[in-house]
């Protein structure tokens, strides 16, 4: 304990130089892990420390919102290839914070010859989940791909919550140098206004969402709306595919008022991933007032159902609609236990990681 308040005392007074890298970074966005690879960015940066983010994208962008960027013209895809680039700015810092999955196996190779502590944040990791999404041979080299990449010896890896890690451990991963920290969300800009009658969904519109589940759902409810909130590859496939009861919106966060109204009106949320790391649109749900269906394990108050079981969704969701004063409650408590996710908790964890890989170094 005497060791560990030590090595946080010197992080507080002593500025680290990080380097951050990930395939993607604001203003390009993809998703939930761009987003926490800013919140990353901005927090650490406003705790003192010096922080450089290693990207791909337009090269002439050299900051976003004060935080200094390096971007390199080519696909996310190649930043797997992005390692003499990498090793030229490890030398600058004190630590290495980089992310699945194009960024970290370069990341991890520069730190080992340099002999600086990296650390990996495990945003995603499917491994058999991968021949489901993708078939044939396109799923196997996934899954390869994938192995090579996040089953390497970082100095600390971070799972963004216990079902994630358990899911990987059982896919085969070493449990050695592996954390939870849960990362965080701004409660404050969702919460409940008056709810309307419709179920929503928000994400990425990609098959491991379980998109096409949440249409065979709607589907067998066709008294019900559904409101499909998001963008992704499988866009025009399901909007040409879905039932009369489905509307589409585009709205993201960059959005704002609009994107947090839509959870604030929507009184049940529907999320039937096959798997996630943890689940930002569900935290944003609960603070926002909605009972939750889904797949995810999140620890929310609502119906857990087992992917791909969408008889067992559509009669959790029935049950949701014809009794909206139970759902109301439940939705309540959700409020509540939405709360526990916060930015600055998920800062204060992760500069104690830093501190242990740090004192080994």
């Known amino acids: 304990m005497k060791q560990q308040v030590s090595n946080n005392h010197q992080l507080k007074n002593k500025p680290l130089r990080i380097l951050i890298t990930h395939e993607l970074f604001p203003p390009d966005f993809a998703g939930g892990g761009e987003k926490l690879v800013y919140e990353t960015a901005k927090n650490l940066q406003q705790r003192g420390h010096q922080v450089k983010v290693l ?36 030398r600058w810092a004190d630590i290495i914070q980089t992310s699945t999955y194009n960024a970290c196996f370069p990341s991890w190779l520069a730190g080992k010859i340099f002999h600086k502590p990296v650390v990996c944040l495990v945003m995603g990791y499917w491994g058999k989940q991968w021949q489901y999404m993708r078939k044939g041979i396109k799923g196997f080299f996934s899954q390869l ?12 890896k971070i799972f963004l919550s216990d079902f994630s890690r358990d899911f990987a451990f059982r896919s085969g991963m070493n449990k050695r140098n592996t954390i939870i920290i849960n990362p965080g969300v701004e409660i404050e800009n969702y919460h409940p206004i008056k709810k309307e009658n419709f ?35 499988e866009e025009e ?35 039937p991933s096959y798997g996630e790391t943890f689940g930002f649109v569900l935290v944003e749900a609960m603070a926002s007032g909605c009972a939750i269906v889904s797949t995810i394990p999140l620890g929310y108050k609502g119906f857990l159902i087992k992917p791909k079981n969408v008889q067992q969704m559509a009669r ?44 080994k170094h």
């Open 145 to 156: 791909i994938e192995k090579i990449q996040v089953h390497r010896s970082f100095d600390q």
């Open 55 to 90: 990207t791909t994208g337009n090269p002439k962008i050299k900051q976003y919102e004060n935080i200094r960027t390096i971007r390199l013209s080519r696909n996310r895809y190649l930043m797997n290839f992005a390692f003499f680039k990498i090793l030229k700015e490890a």
């Open 199 to 233: 179920v929503l969904f928000s994400g990425r519109f990609a098959q491991q969402k379980g998109v096409y589940d949440c249409l065979k759902v709607a589907q067998l409810l066709p008294k019900v709306k559904f409101v499909m909130m998001g963008w992704g590859e």
């Open 316 to 359: 959790a969701i029935d049950y949701l609609v014809k009794h909206p004063s139970g759902t109301a409650k439940l939705g309540k408590k959700n409020i509540e236990l939405a709360k526990k996710f916060t930015w600055e908790k998920y800062i204060d964890q992760l500069l104690q990681v830093y501190a242990k890989v740090l004192q």
């Open 237 to 271: 496939k399901i909007r040409k595919n879905s039932p009369k009861n489905v509307q589409f919106s585009n709205l993201s966060l960059k959005a704002g008022k609009p994107f947090f109204e839509m959870y604030g009106k929507a009184p049940i949320f529907f999320l």
